[in-house]
């Protein structure tokens, strides 16, 4: 029966891919096939094409090294959706039941606690010492209904646990003033549980510009590579939630986070333009007590400095110019990724942050090969070696053009980055020497004074060598 199955969405693919050329393209744009030349997404088109043989779909590496990183959809002259093919082909594994272990476990986590890392008692140490508030709990009953709903997957073990979890949480009803311009702040999973500090630092940075912001019972975005090749229909399900909990309250998203910023945005904008997705997906919020009517918007927080306060205002508020750093950019993939969901900047040529290096903390901007490349974060549970050679192959770059500092506006990247290197590095063999990382906002609220213990700069793994 699964053999039929898989043989008739393969047919279903197989129209689609036909109108390959095999120009190469994809393959080219490939961040994972720099570094694994017979993983490439033109093998698995030819393949697919030519024999229709599902048997390729074994071969667990050729689909779950796919980073999502959209580059292949993106520059395909013939508009082949890619990475979409690419998530419906894992979707379809996972029915058969070949899901990678740090796929499940991350599956687990969300239907366990809502977010897809353990919340342990250390990371709220850590964030009390930080001066931020406990997270508000996230209704688990609403986030099991809809993964029961739209997965295979058996919540019913997990009911015990979640007295347990929840008591990690703050429950607080959120009053939110008639006629208020805040925001609802979406954080996620990596920072306020791996990376409070970014958290600190943005924090910071709002308070100066008295932007108020509010923390809704979220969960999980969930992230736009495990969760939606796990189960796209869930994917779907839990972003509409998260945009209903905000629209309940009137308030749009501001995001800190690629992944979460790609994912919210995306669902939005996909609900908000198909009438059959948006049907289906209401039907399992109304299960958890939900409605998404899509009335707001998704915002990340490099554009929401960008396009609504300005880098004018923001240079105004510089008191301490980083004038000694030279600032190599890594946006990421999913600030910029897909163009069909209208990205802020263009993905090929995006100016913004490094704009902000020069205009706004007074520091050089300092360009280097392959800036668009993917990190590798996405597939560090799948092939560590692949990953951290591709992170590698990106410091060496930016310490080629004497750069002393990584910006990036992505908490994974970040942690790609920071204890990736701190790995790397371990190796006498390694060719980089290290550069210290900084989420963006990290080094914008040291140019406006803070303090770097009070934002959490002696939390990063590469130390900083200059005095900042």
Known sequence: MAQQTTSSTLNDLIPVLEVCYQCGTCTGSCPITRFNPEKNPRKLINQLITTGDPSILDDQELLWLCTTCYQCEDRCPQGIPLADIFVKLKNLTVKEGKVPPSVRKEIEAIAKSGYTFPITRGILSKRERLGLPIPPSPNMTEIRTIVKLTTDFDVNGLKDTEEKEESKFQNVEIDIPDGDKGFALFLGCTIPYKLPQIEAAARFILDKLEIPVYDLPFGCCPDPNGAHSYNSTMWYALAARNLAIAEEKGLDILTLCNGCYETLNYVNQKLKHEPQLLKEVNKYLKEAGKQYKGKNKVIHLHEFLHEEIGYKRLKQLVTRPLEALKISVHYGCHSLRPKKINPPEDPENPQWLWDFVEEV????????????????????????????????????????????AIMTPCPTCFLQFDAGQKIVLKNKDAKIKGLPTFYFVELLALAMGADPKQIGINLHLIKPKLNL
Do not use: W
């Open 361 to 404: 903390l007074g520091a050089q901007p300092t360009h280097y090969m392959d800036e668009a490349l993917c990190c590798g974060a996405g597939v560090r549970d799948i092939n560590q070696d692949t990953s951290f050679n591709l992170m590698a192959y990106k410091v060496e770059q930016m310490e080629r053009m004497e750069a002393n």
